[in-house]
């Protein structure tokens, strides 16, 4: 496509995975609106052993899916390997010290969410960032994604239940944005085939703009198809007793 042509640089998805997902999630849940009680009464989550579990699940499979995308077995398909455990460990680590800081002690599904942001940050660095970059889009991640969820849910009013914007389609951006800082030679990455930073940056941005875009737009164009066809919202008497 034309964002291929001018050389934008997402080797296994950060847009056109978790960037989409996150756009079309926030649109998505404007549209649906906020469940009883939001945001007034926090609804705990209800098992946060099976959090992890799933966590830990998705962590050992964004190995195949980040260094899967190198297409070969070789040395980029370890770095992206080496680099995606870093950034999520490191990022994992950021948000319980945040949650430690900030409100006494961390919690298994802040840990859980940390990690998933670290992953779906460096998803589009995977293949051009070096360990040191790796380390700190991890922090970013786990700085930025975790005050993003207060962002979503405290200031916009808008009941992303699971966060989705916040981690997944922060993070899919900010990594496709750090990937021009990080991804640089002089910074320990494969560089941009003769590009300065600053001229991937803008190409980067660019894509991170056309993306959110296409998705808002389109998102909101079927979801009022739907709403109209079948409708969207349970009712009161089905969200009590639960959907399940």
């Not at 964002?3 to 847009?15: H, N, R, S, T, Y």
């Not at 990594?175 to 990080?182: D, H, K, Q, V």
Request: charged share 10%.
């Amino acid at each position: 496509g034309w964002l291929a042509e001018m050389g934008i640089q997402d080797f296994a998805g950060g847009l056109v995975v978790h960037m989409t997902c996150g756009i079309s999630a926030l649109v998505i849940a404007a549209i649906l609106g906020s469940r009883r009680g939001f945001p007034s009464e926090i609804q705990r989550p209800h098992n946060p052993g099976l959090v992890m579990i799933g966590a830990a699940m998705l962590w050992v499979g964004w190995y195949g899916f980040n260094a899967g995308s190198a297409l070969a077995a070789d040395g980029n398909a370890g770095m992206a390997l080496t680099v995606t455990h870093i950034s999520a460990a490191t990022a994992a680590l950021t948000w319980m010290l945040i949650e430690w800081l900030g409100h006494g002690k961390p919690t298994l599904v802040g840990i859980a969410t940390g990690t998933i942001a670290g992953l779906a940050t460096i998803t589009p660095a995977s293949g051009f960032v070096g360990p040191v970059g790796a380390l700190f889009i991890g922090i970013a991640a786990g700085v930025v994604c975790f005050y993003m969820c207060g962002v979503v849910k405290n200031m916009l009013k808008i009941d992303d239940s699971l966060d989705v914007f916040a981690v997944h389609g922060v993070g899919g951006a900010m990594g496709t944005l750090l990937t021009a800082i990080f991804g640089a030679a002089s910074l320990g990455g494969l560089g941009h085939s003769g590009l300065s930073i600053g001229s991937q940056f803008g190409i980067q941005l660019t894509g991170v703009i056309a993306v959110l875009i296409w998705s808002a737009v389109l998102t909101f164009v079927i979801v009022k198809i739907v709403q109209a066809i079948v409708g969207l919202r349970a009712s009161s008497d089905e969200e009590t007793e639960g959907l399940d």
